[in-house]
């Protein structure tokens, strides 16, 4: 089992940056890849960026592309998400999630947080 807590979550106005924090516990968090997704109100899930075991490889959706980064501290067990430029349309519930492969596909994720709100005023 894993268990996995996001922080970080808010009110920020437009244009503004925020950086989300997901805490992992259980077993050998270097074994999994880790992905962050949103889901707004009345909207499916959606990728937003995931990072390798190791942290070499990224990707992110285009939506977020070139304004975001993902980062990881395997001694730390902890995955970071910095968003920069942020759209009304970047409002969602964000969740951390962690599973065996690095991908886009929320199938592949089998441990997902709580989630953590966040709000971008217009």
């Known amino acids: 089992q894993v268990q996995l807590v996001e922080s970080g979550g808010g009110l920020v106005q437009a244009g503004g940056s925020l950086r989300l924090s997901c805490a992992a516990s259980?077993?050998?968090?270097?074994?999994?890849?880790m992905a962050w997704f949103r889901q707004a109100p009345g909207k499916e899930r959606e990728f937003v960026a995931a990072?390798?075991?190791?942290?070499?490889?990224?990707t992110f959706a285009e939506s977020v592309k070139g304004r975001s980064t993902i980062s990881r501290d395997n001694a730390q067990n902890t995955v970071l998400l910095r968003m920069a430029s942020l759209r009304p349309e970047d409002t969602a519930v964000y969740y951390c999630?962690?599973?065996?492969?690095?991908?886009?596909?929320?199938?592949?994720?089998?441990?997902w947080g709580q989630g953590t709100q966040v709000t971008v005023s217009s």
């Open positions: 999630a962690a599973g065996r492969f690095f991908t886009r596909s929320t199938d592949q994720y089998d441990y």
């Open positions: 259980g077993r050998t968090f270097s074994d999994y890849g």
């Open positions: 990072i390798s075991g190791s942290g070499i490889m990224q």
